[in-house]
């Protein structure tokens, strides 16, 4: 078994080497084209199959599935067969004169008219069929394509910190706390007792020694003085005695300890919590109010932040409506009202989307005036007759990351970063869930990247019910979590009390909406499926664990 053990952890290994250095070399060719000529990287486009729903229907997905335990959408002709990791210098960009995912060299300006590349756009997607990159090569790309953009930093006041992210380290600048302080309401004392009542010279009288007040004078040994929890402690003084453990004889002058009286108890030495200069938190630590109060204790007025990233939203489609019911083979615009409320939940600043239609030369304009970190479009990213977005890209020199996600829903999303270090562009499929899919496995993670934010890290958690799987590629369901037993997850450790378990929810299909309301993350289902009592990867949906102050959680 230890040997069975050894082998299968190598492999594990062999393969992040491999999907590292996949990643390596699609960002190496993206990056290396801002210092040529722009060049769009030519990748595999998914089959086109027929929609009774809309044109935006992702390519290979059915929108008629309805529960997480059918079996996943049949392949066709032109879907991966085999082992779902392609090569990977083609899953993301690379090729050379053998391969059917060849460059598309072509000057900005001088590409082909709008008609000409939808053909030859179609075609190559004809010919290019299966090269879908990998779900986790997708989304390492996505994550380190986002890390690898030129640091930018702004000061905030703390009013304005909330929801952002540190850009350095934050350090203490004083120590904490900055003297000796009183943690408790009651008496000072000097050496061993019963002790003589004092009075405090610090302008209080009989109240004692007070929070807020010039230092006390030295405390003679053999004395007690009233003090309040963050006054100062004075010189020689030995211990705090709380009120309620303590005893005035005031006859006699004398203070006396209903318990025994340990040195230095009830008292908050100077620099306990840290010392000036000690780091308090590392660079990507989300600004909670908790971070807020810690960095005003410890001297700041400003922080040093990440920007948000900036994104616009590009809707696509003709076939849109923005009120109303559906009628005469119009629908309604599911996309446009949720993926900004999504991407703020996600830490970015959002523009109010823009409706572009099916119009390639909008399209074209959009991007090439944008001035964001990111641009997000809905729709379009198939081969179908009003799919513009890869002519476009073609036509002004962008490069693709990713062309095609081996997973469902969702498999039609694309990655690229528009020519002269202009912006990322994440292509969501126009089928909502299948939309969705694409704004977990490549838009938050380069948000991630670009906003200063640290990696998730990923977690696990048993799934009560067997799930079907794709043949070949990854799927992503529908879940909500649950603590308790799960007696049909088949697992002893499943089945114990208290056990938290996640349950895949109906109406899972690209097309709907009504599974991921109801949910809090999505499950990672390997191709070939799961059993129940099976342990899978979980995607938190980002509103899952998000409290009130939030300010990137929809606002």
């Known amino acids: 078994m230890a040997r069975a053990a050894d082998a299968a952890h190598a492999a594990e290994a062999a393969r992040a080497a491999e999907e590292d250095r996949a990643v390596d070399q699609a960002l190496a060719l993206v990056a290396g084209q801002s210092s040529r000529e722009p060049r769009f990287v030519a990748q595999a486009q998914p089959q086109v ?36 990791r392609q090569s990977s210098d083609r899953s993301c960009g690379h090729s050379d004169d053998r391969s059917p995912g060849h460059s598309l060299d072509r000057k900005p300006g001088n590409g082909t008219g709008h008609d000409s590349g939808r053909s030859s756009g179609q075609a190559s997607a ?91 004078a030295p405390l003679p040994d053999g004395e007690g003085v009233r003090i309040a929890t963050g006054a100062r402690i004075p010189a020689n003084a030995t211990a ?64 040093v932040t990440v920007p948000r990233p900036r994104v616009d939203v590009l809707v696509l489609g003709d076939e849109l409506l923005t009120a109303g019911l559906p009628h005469d083979g119009l629908i309604r615009d599911a996309l446009g009202p949720m993926i900004g409320p999504w991407l703020r939940a996600l830490g970015a600043e959002v523009s109010a989307p823009r409706r572009l239609g099916d119009d390639a030369e909008a399209l074209q304009y959009a991007l090439t005036t944008s001035d964001a970190d990111l641009v997000i479009t809905t729709g379009g990213t198939a081969a179908g007759p009003v799919d513009h977005v890869h002519p476009v890209l073609a036509k002004i020199g962008a490069g693709l990351l990713v062309d095609g996600v081996a997973v469902r829903p969702g498999h039609p999303m694309l990655l690229a970063r528009l020519p002269s270090g202009g912006p990322y562009l994440v292509g969501l499929p126009g089928n909502p869930l299948a939309a969705v899919s694409g704004l977990l496995t490549l838009a938050e993670p380069l948000l991630r990247g670009l906003g200063g934010r640290a990696p998730e890290e990923p977690y696990r958690v ?16 529908p ?39 109801a949910a809090d993350g999505l499950a990672v289902v390997p191709p070939g499926g799961v059993r129940s009592g099976t342990e899978v990867e979980i995607l938190d949906l980002p509103w899952a664990s998000a409290t009130p102050w939030t300010e990137g959680c929809f606002t």
């Open 479 to 517: 879940v909500v979590h649950r603590v308790g037993s799960a007696e049909r997850a088949g697992s002893p450790a499943a089945g114990e009390a208290g056990a938290e378990h996640v349950v895949p929810l109906h109406y899972n299909g690209p097309a709907m909406l009504r599974g991921i309301a």
């Open 240 to 303: 705090v005695i709380r009120s309620e453990h303590a005893h005035v004889d005031e006859a006699k002058g004398l203070l006396y300890a209903q318990r025994h009286v340990v040195p230095g108890q009830d008292i908050r030495p100077r620099g306990q919590e840290c010392r000036s200069g000690d780091q308090l938190l590392p660079a990507g630590t989300l600004v909670t109010p908790a971070v807020l109060g810690l960095s005003a204790a410890a001297g700041y007025d400003e922080l």
């Open 462 to 477: 048993v799934v009560r019910d067997e799930v079907h799987g794709h043949p070949h590629d990854t799927r992503l369901v």
């Open 49 to 84: 199959r027929a929609s009774v729903q809309s044109p935006r229907q992702s390519a290979g997905e059915t929108s008629g599935q309805s529960t997480g335990h059918g079996p996943g959408p049949s392949l066709g002709a032109g879907s991966s067969g085999g082992s779902p």
């Open 126 to 216: 004809r010919d290019r069929r299966g090269q879908a990159t990998v779900w986790r090569e997708a989304r390492a790309l996505a994550a380190r394509a986002g890390r690898g953009a030129a640091p930018r930093t702004q000061r905030l006041s703390l009013d304005r910190a909330l929801g952002h992210v540190l850009a350095e380290p934050l350090a203490a600048l004083t120590d904490l706390p900055s003297f000796d302080t009183s943690a408790m309401d009651g008496w000072v004392v000097a050496g061993p007792g019963p002790w003589a009542l004092g009075r405090s010279d610090g302008g209080s009288g009989e109240l004692g020694i007070l929070a807020g007040h010039s230092g006390p």
